[in-house]
Structures are given as structure tokens and as C-alpha cells.
């Protein structure tokens, strides 16, 4: 990823919460923030259906939330009835969100022509699907390819292959590994344990992962971290390449840690 290509994302998604605003009324756009909700709470209660004390509980949860919208109360008595009102109430936005997906991804296409996957595994003609994983936003833990359109990102999954698991903070450029990825490092590198094999895969059956939240009263705001999935089994493996070490200059900023026996974190060079 380059800076124009992360830059004209983030023109992309202003462009889109400004129409979002423009089109739309607050009860839309509270509604379809709760359509997000609602996908998290279903993913990560897993297959099994959560309790009803657990659902009645998410129920006055939402209607909490809708509180100044007592026309949405009438009726429904069970979670998922009012769930199919907010998700009605919410298509005209679900719509301009749908719109910016599809620009999205033919502008990262153009971009970037391929999204990335990271693996440690060697002698791959595709990539398998995950089991059962939550994206980045927990909004699906269905089967699903996951890649990545940014470069960066794709250097830190680079290290997320060897570590097992990974968490970000991109606003403070932290990252946390589970396990210490790296064997050493110099003044421009950091070598990893073992080279990990860049895969890139091609678009078409790709989506990009989005969130919507409501960042404060009356303030939405599209969240896209430059993550994409493909709801199959595999993925054929367009062309590949060998990543030995991760460029710090690319990097600049990045902080890594890993937790120590007592949990506790600590900092990685």
C-alpha cells in the first residue's frame, strides 16, 4: 500500500458518511449501526442460538439505544422481529453503504491489482478457507478467505504467521503478537523466525470487511481497515513471493510487543 492509495480510501469513506448524512435521517443511520451490532452479537454467540435471557437482554439493549424512536417498540416482542424492523429502517442506508463497497473495491483493484495473504505454509496453489473466523469487526465468523489490500498491513501479518495471533492498535502504530515473530534485527530490518510466502489472490470474489458505529451522538463514521473476505473454500494463488524480513522504513513508527508468562506486555527490540 502507498500513501495515495490509503489516502483516496479515506476520501472515499468521507464521501460516503457525507452522503450517508445528506440522504438519510438519524434514525436510518442509528439503525443501521445497530444491523452491525446485531451481526457481532450472532457471530460471536457461534452456531449455537445465545440463551433468551442473553437475547432479551440485547433486545433492551437496541431499544435503549432507539430511545428517542418509540415507533420502533410497538409490536415486536423478540429479538428478532425487531431486528427485521431496524434492518428495514435501515435499507436506504444499508444501500449507500453497499454503494461504497462496490467503488471501493473497483478503485482498490485498480490501485493495488492484487489483495495479499500471508502464510507460512510453502508449495501453496491456494489458500484454504478459515474455520469459523471472526473477521476484524467480529461482524461474521463464517467460512472465509481472508486478504489484505495494504501493504503494510500484509508486513504485519507477516509476523502474525509466525506468532499465531495479532492485535493492532493503528491509531498508537502498536502491535501486540502473541509470540515474538522476529529472530533479529538491524537498522533497516527486522528479520522473521523463518521467510513466510506472500500470496497474491485476485479480487473478484472478494468483499471488503466494514463496520458502521456511531462515534458519538449524532457522529457515524464507515470503518475500513483494508481487510477483504471471500466466502469460499479456496482461493487460487495468482503469483507468490518470499518475505525474509520486514522493512522498518515501511514500518515507521510501528512499535511490537508480546506478553510475558505473567501477561504482562513487553516491547520486542
Same mark, same amino acid.
Given at each position: 500500500?502507498?500513501?495515495?492509495?490509503?489516502?483516496?480510501?479515506?476520501?472515499?469513506?468521507?464521501?460516503?458518511?457525507?452522503?450517508?448524512?445528506?440522504?438519510?435521517?438519524?434514525?436510518?443511520?442509528?439503525?443501521?449501526?445497530?444491523?452491525?451490532?446485531?451481526?457481532?452479537?450472532?457471530?460471536?454467540?457461534?452456531?449455537?442460538?445465545?440463551?433468551?435471557?442473553?437475547?432479551?437482554?440485547?433486545?433492551? !439493549?437496541?431499544? +435503549? @439505544?432507539?430511545?428517542?424512536? /418509540?415507533?420502533?417498540?410497538?409490536?415486536? &416482542?423478540?429479538? *428478532?422481529? %425487531?431486528?427485521?424492523?431496524?434492518?428495514?429502517?435501515?435499507?436506504?442506508?444499508?444501500?449507500?453503504?453497499?454503494?461504497?463497497?462496490? !467503488?471501493?473495491? +473497483? @478503485?482498490?483493484?485498480?490501485? /493495488?491489482?492484487?489483495?495479499?495473504?500471508? &502464510?507460512?505454509? *510453502?508449495? %501453496?496453489?491456494?489458500?484454504?478457507?478459515?474455520?469459523?473466523?471472526?473477521?476484524?469487526?467480529?461482524?461474521?465468523?463464517?467460512?472465509?478467505?481472508?486478504?489484505?489490500?495494504?501493504?503494510?498491513?500484509?508486513?504485519?501479518?507477516?509476523?502474525?504467521?509466525?506468532? *499465531?495471533?495479532?492485535?493492532?492498535?493503528?491509531?498508537?502504530?502498536?502491535?501486540?503478537?502473541?509470540?515474538?515473530?522476529?529472530?533479529?534485527?538491524?537498522?533497516?530490518?527486522?528479520?522473521?523466525?523463518?521467510?513466510?510466502?506472500?500470496?497474491?489472490?485476485?479480487?473478484?470474489?472478494?468483499?471488503?470487511?466494514?463496520?458502521?458505529?456511531?462515534?458519538?451522538?449524532?457522529?457515524?463514521?464507515?470503518?475500513?481497515?483494508?481487510?477483504?473476505?471471500?466466502?469460499?473454500?479456496?482461493?487460487?494463488?495468482?503469483?507468490?513471493?518470499?518475505?525474509?524480513?520486514?522493512?522498518?522504513?515501511?514500518?515507521?513508527?510501528?512499535?511490537?510487543?508480546?506478553?510475558?508468562?505473567?501477561?504482562?506486555?513487553?516491547?520486542?527490540?
Amino acid at each position: 500500500m502507498n500513501n495515495t492509495y490509503e489516502t483516496e480510501c479515506e476520501h472515499l469513506k468521507k464521501k460516503y458518511e457525507s452522503l450517508l448524512l445528506q440522504k438519510t435521517d438519524k434514525m436510518t443511520l442509528k439503525c443501521l449501526v445497530l444491523t452491525y451490532c446485531y451481526r457481532r452479537f450472532l457471530a460471536e454467540s457461534g452456531p449455537n442460538r445465545p440463551p433468551h435471557t442473553v437475547r432479551k437482554q440485547k433486545r433492551e !439493549e437496541i431499544l +435503549a @439505544y432507539l430511545s428517542d424512536f /418509540t415507533e420502533l417498540e410497538k409490536g415486536p &416482542t423478540e429479538i *428478532e422481529e %425487531l431486528m427485521d424492523r431496524v434492518t428495514e429502517e435501515a435499507a436506504e442506508a444499508a444501500e449507500i453503504l453497499n454503494c461504497f463497497q462496490k !467503488e471501493l473495491k +473497483a @478503485y482498490s483493484q485498480s490501485a /493495488t491489482g492484487y489483495l495479499y495473504h500471508v &502464510t507460512a505454509l *510453502e508449495n %501453496l496453489t491456494a489458500v484454504a478457507s478459515s474455520r469459523q473466523c471472526l473477521n476484524m469487526y467480529h461482524t461474521s465468523s463464517d467460512n472465509a478467505v481472508f486478504a489484505t489490500s495494504s501493504r503494510l498491513h500484509m508486513l504485519l501479518y507477516a509476523g502474525r504467521a509466525l506468532a *499465531e495471533d495479532m492485535q493492532t492498535l493503528s491509531s498508537q502504530r502498536i502491535c501486540i503478537y502473541k509470540n515474538n515473530p522476529f529472530q533479529y534485527e538491524t537498522e533497516d530490518l527486522w528479520y522473521l523466525r523463518h521467510p513466510v510466502r506472500i500470496c497474491m489472490l485476485n479480487y473478484d470474489d472478494f468483499i471488503p470487511v466494514v463496520d458502521f458505529i456511531e462515534t458519538s451522538p449524532g457522529n457515524f463514521r464507515i470503518c475500513f481497515e483494508y481487510e477483504w473476505t471471500a466466502f469460499k473454500e479456496e482461493e487460487q494463488i495468482t503469483a507468490a513471493e518470499t518475505l525474509e524480513a520486514l522493512n522498518k522504513k515501511l514500518l515507521s513508527g510501528y512499535q511490537f510487543y508480546t506478553p510475558d508468562p505473567h501477561g504482562l506486555l513487553k516491547r520486542i527490540g
